[in-house]
T-cell receptor, first 116, second 112 residues
Framework: GAVVSQHPSRVICKSGTSVKIECRSL??????MFWYRQFPKKSLMLMAT?????????EQGVEKDKFLINHASLTLSTLTVTSAHPEDSSFYIC????????????FGSGTQLSVL | SQQGEEDPQALSIQEGENATMNCSYK?????LQWYRQNSGRGLVHLIL?????REKHSGRLRVTLDTSKKSSSLLITASRAADTASYFC????????????FGTGTRLKVLA
């Protein structure tokens, strides 16, 4: 099956620093990638949708300047949490759809961000 | 919001028993999917059911969809300890842009 690799799996950073999370589709071309945020024992909250070569579409209430998304190629999307603060601490997950499958989502393993 | 709600929020059963979890959603859909998430991990796709389908099977999984009630159920038969995980339903946007909204999830614990 299609594999999505997400790195890092865990990151601890100081308040005010920026953190970059990578999401790669390893064996397929990802038409669209999605970024989610998940709080403990809660559902996934869609943050943004990114298509290769175009600007990401952010969900209402998600700060574009805070969460920078770059979908530079059909296999790579990155999420940068800029000037991170403790309230940004969360589990971030990416997912992707491929050209063929379309509807099925393939998920990365998630990144646990802790901001001190 | 379109987010679905699932019930129960948590379910604890003995190995070998069946587990049923339900999902309700608010707007019309093209399809509904069920995903599984092990603690601290990403989600894994289980099954997709289209709006014109009423029931679908995959191994020990059985999914039903009632579009008139805007609800779906996931049945796991003969559960195993390895089925312990959170289960989420996901519905697509009416605009059909492959944007999926996830339900609140059911945390299933299967006791050996």
């Amino acid at each position: 099956g299609a594999v999505v690799s997400q790195h890092p799996s865990r990151v601890i950073c100081k308040s005010g620093t920026s953190v970059k999370i990578e999401c790669r589709s390893l064996d397929f071309q990802a038409t669209t990638m999605f970024w989610y945020r998940q709080f403990p024992k809660k559902s996934l909250m869609l943050m943004a949708t990114s298509n290769e070569g175009s600007k990401a579409t952010y969900e209402q209430g998600v700060e574009k300047d805070k969460f920078l998304i770059n979908h530079a190629s059909l296999t790579l999307s990155t999420l940068t949490v800029t000037s991170a603060h403790p309230e940004d601490s969360s589990f971030y997950i990416c997912s992707a759809t491929d050209r063929e499958g379309g509807e099925k989502l393939f998920f990365g393993s998630g990144t646990q961000l802790s901001v001190l | 919001s379109q987010q679905g709600e699932e019930d129960p929020q948590a379910l604890s059963i003995q190995e070998g028993e069946n587990a049923t979890m339900n999902c309700s959603y608010k707007t019309s859909i093209n399809n509904l999917q069920w995903y599984r998430q092990n603690s601290g991990r990403g989600l894994v796709h289980l099954i997709l059911i289209r709006s014109n389908e009423r029931e679908k099977h995959s191994g020990r999984l059985r999914v039903t969809l009632d579009t008139s009630k805007k609800s779906s159920s996931l049945l796991i038969t003969a559960s195993r300890a390895a089925d312990t995980a959170s289960y989420f339903c996901a519905t697509d946007s009416p605009s059909g842009t492959y944007k999926y909204i996830f339900g609140t999830g059911t945390r299933l614990k299967v006791l050996a």
